[in-house]
């Protein structure tokens, strides 16, 4: 609990992280949910008084109301995850996007992280106001990223899929000096 009112949910994703000594351990996400008490329709119209005199009874006059607002799924692959309500349903999913290049499929698959081309699937289930794509490698400069996932998405790369990362291109290394300068 962050405050009365906002709460921090943690979320099993599909990302193990290995130790050495002790084996496999989940890996998590996170999603803040806003916590209103909300009164109950039989309730409604009564006044104040009429409400405190039944609350003082012992009377639960609210239910509780959970609003998802951020979701964070970290480092993961596709999973069963994006079937819980409030990961689906925050306001703002932060989903990582690691490779958008179709060469790098398997790479993504090896390091249990989204390929773009799993977005076809994950968004449709998907019902975010915002969902921002997030550790994009530093493989694909920003500009093509952009290029590959509009069009491997379609329709589907909407104004409610943005990116976060604002990076140059890793530089290339360049190759050793073959000798002093001007032999």
């Not at 806003?34 to 609210?62: C, H, M, S, W, Y």
């Not at 703002?92 to 977005?119: K, M, N, Q, W, Y």
């Not at 997030?134 to 409610?160: K, M, N, V, Y």
Request: charged share 30%; glycine share 6%.
């Amino acid at each position: 609990q962050v405050r009365r009112d906002l709460i921090v949910r943690p979320f099993e994703v599909n990302h193990p992280c290995r130790r050495r000594v002790r084996g496999a351990y989940p890996s998590l996400g996170y999603v803040a949910i806003e916590v209103r008490n909300k009164l109950l329709d039989e309730f409604q119209g009564l006044e104040g008084p009429e409400l405190v005199a039944l609350k003082k009874r012992g009377v639960a006059i609210t239910r509780r109301v959970e609003i998802p607002l951020v979701a964070y799924c970290g480092d993961t692959a596709p999973g069963e995850f994006f079937k819980l309500d409030y990961v689906r349903d925050a306001k703002v999913l932060l989903l990582e996007c690691t490779f958008v290049d179709p060469d790098h499929l398997e790479r993504a698959r090896a390091g249990f992280h989204i390929h773009v081309s799993d977005l076809r699937e994950i968004l449709p289930q998907l019902r975010n106001e915002r969902i921002v794509l997030c550790h994009l490698s530093r493989r694909t400069a920003l500009p093509e990223a952009r290029e590959i996932i509009a069009r491997e998405l379609g329709d589907l790369f909407s104004d409610r899929v943005s990116l976060l990362m604002q990076h140059r291109a890793r530089p290339r290394r360049r190759p050793p000096d073959s000798g002093p300068a001007g032999k």
